[in-house]
């Protein structure tokens, strides 16, 4: 009579088996949901990188644009602004080295561009109607050297 029961073991392992196999199949289930969503948002993100390169380079290229017309207008201090914008956005975007928009070919060839800055911004601060000129000719190179 001293007998002691013992719990089944077939029962305990009929458990534990069923909670394995719930547990599998709700982590295929996720991963189902998962992957696809995190394709399409890496996609989503090289696509947003592209974007905004191609925004940089965009906006550098404005800020020439807007010096020429400024100047040819007439309207130097809102030129020498935007020329000067442009100057500082290009020389962040070159020292950027490998991860820059631009080559390392492009990158060397916009070197001597740089070259022109502090006489363009002075002939823009001076009024000087020589600015118009060689700020086109710089709009010229710098559309040479750059992505399209």
Same mark, same amino acid.
């Given at each position: 009579?001293?007998?002691?029961?013992?719990?089944?073991?077939?029962?305990?392992?009929?458990?534990?088996?069923?909670?394995?196999?719930?547990?599998?199949?709700? &982590?295929?289930?996720?991963?189902?949901?998962?992957? @696809?969503?995190?394709?399409? +948002?890496?996609?989503?993100?090289? #696509? *947003?990188? =592209?974007?905004?390169?191609?925004?940089?380079?965009?906006?550098?290229?404005?800020?020439?644009?807007?010096?020429? &017309?400024?100047?040819?207008?007439?309207?130097?201090? @809102?030129?020498?602004?935007? +020329?000067?914008?442009?100057?500082? #956005? *290009?020389? =962040?975007?070159?020292?950027?080295?490998?991860?820059?928009?631009?080559?390392?070919?492009?990158?060397?060839?916009?070197?001597?561009?740089?070259?022109?800055?502090?006489?363009?911004?002075?002939?823009? +601060?001076?009024?000087?109607?020589?600015?118009?000129?060689?700020?086109?000719?710089?709009?010229?190179?710098?559309?040479?050297?750059?992505?399209?």
């Amino acid at each position: 009579m001293d007998e002691e029961v013992q719990p089944e073991p077939v029962k305990q392992n009929s458990f534990l088996r069923r909670v394995g196999i719930y547990g599998a199949v709700l &982590i295929v289930v996720f991963l189902l949901g998962f992957v @696809p969503m995190w394709l399409k +948002a890496r996609a989503a993100g090289s #696509s *947003l990188a =592209t974007a905004e390169h191609q925004l940089n380079l965009a906006q550098i290229q404005n800020a020439l644009g807007s010096a020429v &017309i400024e100047s040819r207008r007439g309207d130097y201090e @809102p030129a020498r602004q935007a +020329a000067s914008q442009f100057f500082t #956005s *290009l020389g =962040t975007e070159v020292d950027k080295g490998e991860a820059s928009n631009f080559t390392a070919a492009q990158r060397d060839g916009m070197k001597p561009l740089f070259a022109r800055r502090d006489e363009i911004i002075t002939l823009l +601060a001076r009024s000087d109607p020589a600015a118009a000129d060689k700020l086109s000719d710089l709009y010229v190179a710098f559309r040479k050297l750059s992505p399209r």
